[in-house]
């Protein structure tokens, strides 16, 4: 198997750096797309065979030196009694949890039919991958936002006041989707995902008083939880320039950094003990292919060449992105070591 991903997650020398996308397998796939009139999410979710193939056409069609696992963080919700829908822009909660009897009413996590079908992907994939599968959870942040919000949102005021308000519900709902995404990540682990991404997507909404007194404690419970398994971690949000010191220290082998700043930058503040990655802007694929080569190297002149940088774009990609458009940034950043050797 080609683990120079794996390599780059400990900070080892590699070849070429190595490289994968958030939402590789999905939206942008004309073969998922495709599948998506057939099935619902949740039915492609449960079948094995259907989920693997989602997650490995990539590898393949892009080139790229890593597997993320096809599943959506909000899944172990329902083995919980949450009640919600998948939909374009995210999901929607059928109960958003407001009040202390709310939280009180979730169940511990599961493992479920839904999360069983999940275990068994992810052996399936492992039975064929030429590459290595990373596995994910929703951080508890990013969690409990769409519980109490009901969904995506821009200002999280219902979750803010929340934390202000009744900071003893915002702990017990916060320990719940600790315990939720420990456990979910350990029965990953055992079932055979070789890394983790912790996706706190929405946490750079917040403070740093505020992430540091209500939400890096629990983050900092699930990286060591995790440390036993000796699997590399991978911490990301977005929006998180302001937080990237305090995000390093509540844990994660690589630390996942959006477009919204220089990536040499991010790394001096995350610390060079610290993989990165990251960080091109996820419209950038959707330019001309002369943009997405200029762009895509920048990236890769700011990580200087140093062991543990991750290309990866900024966020998820977007469902209009060209397929051959990801493939052009593999192939740049494949060549550029090569590249940069022969102008030595």
């Known amino acids: 198997m080609q683990d120079r991903f794996l390599r780059a997650c ?15 397998a999905g939206r942008s796939q004309p073969e998922y797309r495709a599948l998506r009139e057939r099935f619902t999410l949740f039915e492609i979710v449960r079948n094995p065979a259907l989920a693997a193939e989602v997650t490995l056409r990539p590898v393949e069609e892009l080139g790229v030196d890593a597997a993320v696992l096809f599943a959506d963080i909000t899944l172990p919700l329902l083995s919980m009694g949450v009640g919600f829908e998948l939909q374009d822009g995210g999901p929607r909660i059928h109960a958003p949890l407001r009040t202390g009897e709310d939280v009180a009413g979730l169940q511990p996590f599961a493992v479920d039919e839904t999360i069983a079908a999940v275990l068994d992907t992810i052996r399936t994939i492992r039975k064929s ?20 919000e009901g969904g995506p949102s821009r200002d999280y005021l219902h979750t803010k006041t929340m934390m202000y308000r009744e900071p003893q519900v915002w702990e017990s709902l916060m320990d719940a989707l600790t315990e939720m995404s420990v456990r979910y990540l350990l029965a990953q682990a055992e079932a055979g995902v070789q890394a983790v991404q912790l996706f706190d997507s929405w946490v750079g909404c917040l403070s740093p008083v505020d992430y540091g007194r209500y939400v ?3 983050t900092r419970r699930i990286f060591e939880a995790l440390r036993p398994t000796g699997i590399p971690t991978i911490h990301f949000g977005t929006g998180t ?10 844990g994660g082998d690589v630390i ?3 477009w919204r700043i220089h990536l ?29 080569r200029e762009r895509t190297v ?14 990866n774009l900024g966020h998820g990609v977007l469902p209009d992105t060209p397929r051959a458009h990801l493939r052009e ?6 060549a550029f070591a090569r590249d940069l050797e022969r102008a030595r």
């Open 329 to 334: 940034v593999v192939d740049t950043v494949h």
């Open 129 to 148: 991958s030429p590459v290595p599968l990373i596995g994910f959870a929703g951080a508890p942040f990013t969690m409990a936002s769409y519980l109490v």
């Open 216 to 218: 890096a404690p629990h």
């Open 264 to 292: 040499d930058d991010a790394w001096e503040a995350i610390g060079h003990d610290r993989g990165i990655q990251g960080n091109l802007e996820p419209a950038v694929p959707l330019a001309f292919p002369e943009m997405i």
């Open 256 to 258: 996942g950094v959006d």
């Open 298 to 311: 920048e990236v890769l002149r700011r990580a200087g060449g140093r062991p543990g940088h991750i290309f």
């Open 10 to 24: 400990r900070k080892e020398p590699v070849d070429r750096t190595p490289v994968w996308f958030m939402r590789q």
């Open 241 to 250: 320039a302001g937080l990237l010191r305090a995000l390093a220290a509540a």
